[in-house]
T-cell receptor, first 112, second 116 residues
């Protein structure tokens, strides 16, 4: 089955800095990669996703890059703000499957 | 985005009782619903996948007789924790994927269960 590794587990940055979270996956058949943000005690919220036919996707301060050859994808947050503080989960889903595999999560702390 | 509700948001119960948690897709039809369990500061652990009108598929290590899942309609799935014990205390989150394809999952707000 799919195995998703996520790093780092904790990331601390100053407000205004950039933050990068990296994930690797094992199943070359995976073709959908969503990123979720979960604030304490709340539901995971989809913030951005990318499909395997695209190398990069951007939405305002958030971008995701995908390297299919290396089987890794990354989340980039620019100009971080305190409200970006949360746990971020990456996930990978194989074609033909409804079931994504989640990474272990990255706790992002943005210091004002 | 699509809206998924979950009820109750909090439940405290005595050991040995059963607790039912409802998950509803409010503005779309969900062929597939997922039930997750999340311990503090940990990732989402998939417990089971349910498809409307059929039996749920449980992940390895999850007791199907303890965690009863029913997905009777395209908008409602229920998880019943039977004979709950303190070790069942956790944050339970459902998610739903729309009918007709491999759509994005949308998560419910979660149910925090505390078993005394």
């Amino acid at each position: 089955g799919e195995n998703v590794e996520q790093h780092p587990s904790t990331l601390s940055v100053q407000e205004g800095d950039s933050a990068v979270i990296k994930c690797t996956y094992s199943d070359s058949a995976s073709n959908y990669f969503p990123w979720y943000k979960q604030e304490l005690g709340k539901r995971p919220q989809l913030i951005i996703d990318i499909r395997s036919n695209v190398g990069e996707k951007k939405d305002q301060r958030i971008a995701v890059t995908l390297n299919k050859t290396a089987k890794h994808f990354s989340l980039h947050i620019t100009e971080t703000q305190p409200e970006d503080s949360a746990v971020y989960f990456c996930a990978a889903r194989s074609g033909g499957s409804y079931i994504p595999t989640f990474g272990r999560g990255t706790s992002l702390i943005v210091h004002p | 985005g699509a809206v998924v509700s979950q009820h109750p948001s909090w439940v405290i119960c005595k050991s040995g009782t059963s607790v039912k948690i409802e998950c509803r897709s409010l503005d779309f039809q969900a062929t597939t619903m997922f039930w997750y369990r999340q311990f503090p500061k940990q990732s989402l652990m998939l417990m089971a996948t349910s498809n409307e009108g059929s039996k749920a598929t449980y992940e390895q290590g999850v007791e199907k007789d303890k965690f009863l899942i029913n997905h009777a309609s395209l908008t409602l799935s229920t998880l019943t924790v039977t004979s709950a014990h303190p070790e069942d205390s956790s944050f339970y989150i459902c998610s739903a994927a729309a009918t007709g394809g491999l759509e994005t999952q949308y998560f419910g707000p979660g149910t925090r269960l505390l078993v005394l």
